[in-house]
Structures are given as C-alpha cells and as structure tokens.
C-alpha cells in the first residue's frame, strides 16, 4: 500500500524528496542550520515517529520563523492540487484570512484532514480555528504514538509535546506527531480518520 502523501507546510526540510519554495524563487543552497529548517527537520522527525510517508515540503519558512498569510494560503492550494491526505499547518496566524480559509475549506472538500497547531496559551489562531481543522496543542500525557481527545475550550486534539534530543517542543511538535498518526489511520483504513481518532484517542478530556 503507498504510503499517505502529507503536505509538511514550514521550513526546508534538506533532504525532502519533494521540496516547493512557495512565492520565491528556490536558493541554491538553503541553509540547513537555520530556525526554519531545524524547525521542519522537527516536524518531519515527529511525522515519521508513526511511520512511512511521502512528505511534500511546501516551504513558507525561509531561515527564519516568520511568514505571511498569502503564502500559507498558496501553500494550502498546492496541497490541495497535489492531492495530499494529510496537510500539516504547525504554524498559527493572529487573524483568520480568506485565503487560508478557502485553502483548508479545497483540502476538506477532497476529504483530506488538515492539522493545525494550537498552542494552550493566548487566543485562538489560524488556521486552527477553521471549522474542520484537526487543532492540536500538546498533551504530557501522550508518548509519541499517542493521543487524546480534548475538545472545547481547548484543541480538539492532544499528542506529544517533544522530540528526542533537545530539539522544538510544544504545539508545533504535538501537531507533527499528530499528523503522522492521521496519516497511518489514513493508510490503513481510509474512511473519517477525525472521527475514529475522537473514538480510540486513549486519554479522553483533560
């Protein structure tokens, strides 16, 4: 069975098999030691804690953690037209933005389960306060196969927080982890993975 195509929407990950740098030309050499790429090395490392995946880099990151709006909008689109199962947003914006609105509303609408972090403290942030967003914050209790159900006030989901070594912790992690778990469900029995990850989550509420 080919493994789940999941869109990894962050820094340049160096040895990505697929890599897009979204609204700017490609650099010939992206830094491999920058806060953008140690970051989606991250992400990635969590996504495959669960198991194999194709992973397609959508770069919004260039060397540091800063981004706009437009481009996340963008990458969502390529998302969508690549035909990822699994779009991975461990990022979050002040605002809600059409774009990035019509974005995750293209992925859900081919049944593909977009996750988004959301971190525990301050207000709510975007794209994880879209209807439909797998919102995840991250939750102490769970190793990196595991998960929980949270639900409102907080995220809909919790997964592990950390990365082995000393690497990005919180949120961003706990929603890579996440990710990669949707993506197995995916791959092994397709279907409304949200939906049989609210049932099975291990820990249930706070």
């Known amino acids: 069975?080919?493994?789940?195509?999941?869109?990894?929407?962050?820094?340049?990950?160096?040895?990505a098999e697929r890599r897009?740098?979204?609204?700017?030309?490609?650099?010939?050499?992206?830094?491999?030691d920058s806060p953008?790429?140690?970051?989606?090395?991250?992400?990635?490392?969590?996504?495959?804690?669960?198991?194999?995946?194709?992973?397609?880099?959508?770069?919004?990151?260039?060397?540091a953690l800063s981004t706009d709006a437009d481009r996340v909008a963008r990458a969502l689109r390529m998302a969508a037209d690549a035909g990822a199962a699994v779009a991975l947003c461990?990022?979050?914006?002040?605002?809600?933005?059409?774009?990035?609105?019509a974005g995750v509303a293209a992925l859900l609408a081919q049944g593909a389960v977009v996750v988004a972090a959301s971190p525990a403290r301050g207000g709510p942030v975007w794209p994880a306060a879209?209807?439909?967003?797998?919102?995840?914050?991250?939750?102490?209790?769970?190793?990196?196969?595991?998960?929980?159900?949270?639900?409102?006030?907080?995220?809909r989901f919790g997964a592990c927080p950390g990365t082995p070594g000393a690497g990005p912790a919180g949120a961003s992690v706990a929603a890579a982890h996440f990710a990669g778990i949707a993506a197995r469900r995916l791959g092994r029995e397709g279907g409304?993975?949200?939906?049989?990850?609210?049932?099975?989550?291990?820990?249930?509420?706070?």
């Not at 461990?90 to 609105?101: H, N, Q």
Request: charged share 15%; proline share 13%; glycine share 12%.
């Open 20 to 32: 897009v740098f979204v609204g700017r030309d490609a650099p010939p050499n992206p830094a491999q």
């Open 192 to 206: 409304d993975a949200l939906a049989a990850l609210d049932r099975d989550a291990p820990w249930q509420g706070r």
């Open 130 to 155: 879209f209807a439909g967003v797998a919102s995840v914050q991250g939750d102490a209790r769970c190793g990196p196969d595991g998960w929980s159900r949270l639900g409102p006030p907080l995220a």
């Open 1 to 15: 069975m080919t493994a789940p195509l999941i869109a990894l929407i962050d820094g340049p990950v160096p040895d």
């Open 90 to 101: 461990a990022l979050g914006l002040p605002r809600p933005d059409p774009g990035i609105g």
């Open 36 to 63: 953008a790429a140690r970051h989606a090395q991250a992400m990635q490392s969590a996504i495959l804690a669960a198991g194999p995946a194709r992973i397609l880099n959508l770069v919004v990151f260039d060397a």
